[in-house]
């Protein structure tokens, strides 16, 4: 990561993840069922307060159903099921793999205890912790990666609000399709002010002159992009195309 414009950068984190400890939560921690801690994360006064646990899944989605003005989500979790789960994920570190293979193990070992750690609306896996808002897997991404990107070539995202750029990422992928840079475009060394279209054009033409090979970019308008990153992977095809068509995206391959 370098040259990081920290406008661009919060802006695109804000549209990409969501995290958990953004959340209003109710966390519920027991020990062999006997009630530990019952807490709102704001200090909110809740309903359904228990001393103990006999149906974490039940529990949880009652007390969500009870609050859910109050709340985003439930997590109801036994204590020793989160030292084994935390244990678990410490020891399956290697040092030689990639980061991304690690958070998403991170994320799935959440599955290895469906009844100690047990979040609703759930499951735990896809609510707990930091989440990308993509409405693809890492599997479906990799596979749109090696599909639409060409090995050794440069990738530009943005999403452009009034009269300028209001987020963006540029990403470098090597031979075996592996990011190689992270950055946003660099507002010194580029106009990012203007239409869709001339910011589009002004970021390819900037990149070229450092000798980079762009062979994807896409800029979206600021309203389209949430919806567009929500879709699943078998209709975002369909939606870039009526983006596309209807003049609400600039797309250059």
């Given amino acids: 990561m370098a ?24 966390v519920v921690i027991h020990e062999r069922g006997t009630v530990l801690k019952f807490r709102h994360t704001d200090g909110e006064q809740c309903e359904g307060r228990v001393d103990v646990v006999t149906d974490a899944h039940r529990l949880a989605r009652e007390l969500y159903e009870a609050n859910r003005e109050k709340v985003d989500f439930v997590v109801v979790m ?36 469906p009844d100690g750690i047990v979040a609703y609306p759930g499951p735990a896996r896809q609510v707990m912790g930091l989440q990308w808002n993509t409405g693809v897997s890492l599997g479906e991404l990799k596979s749109a990666v090696a599909a639409l990107v060409p090995p050794e070539t440069t990738v530009v995202l943005g999403v452009h609000e009034g009269d300028g750029l209001w987020a963006s990422l540029v990403l470098d992928f090597d031979a075996q399709h592996k990011v190689t840079s992270i950055t946003t475009v ?23 002159s450092v000798g980079k090979r762009v062979s994807v970019c896409l800029v979206l308008d600021r309203d389209d992009a949430e919806p567009f990153l929500k879709a699943v992977a078998r209709d975002k095809a369909k939606e870039l195309v009526d983006l596309v068509a209807a003049n609400k995206a600039t797309l250059r391959m």
């Avoid at 406008?7 to 939560?25: F, G, I, M, P, Y």
């Avoid at 410490?90 to 990639?98: F, G, K, R």
């Fill in 3 to 26: 040259d990081i414009d920290v406008d661009q950068w919060r802006n695109a984190q804000s549209l990409l993840l969501s995290s958990a400890k953004a959340a209003r939560r109710l």
């Fill in 78 to 113: 036994e204590r020793r099921a989160v030292d084994s789960y935390f244990a678990q994920v410490q020891n399956s570190w290697n040092i030689d793999e990639d980061l991304d293979e690690y958070v998403q193990r991170t994320y799935a070992a959440f599955d290895d205890y």
């Fill in 186 to 208: 660099d507002p010194s060394a580029v106009d990012t002010t203007g239409s869709r279209e001339e910011v589009a054009e002004a970021v390819l033409t900037w990149q070229r």
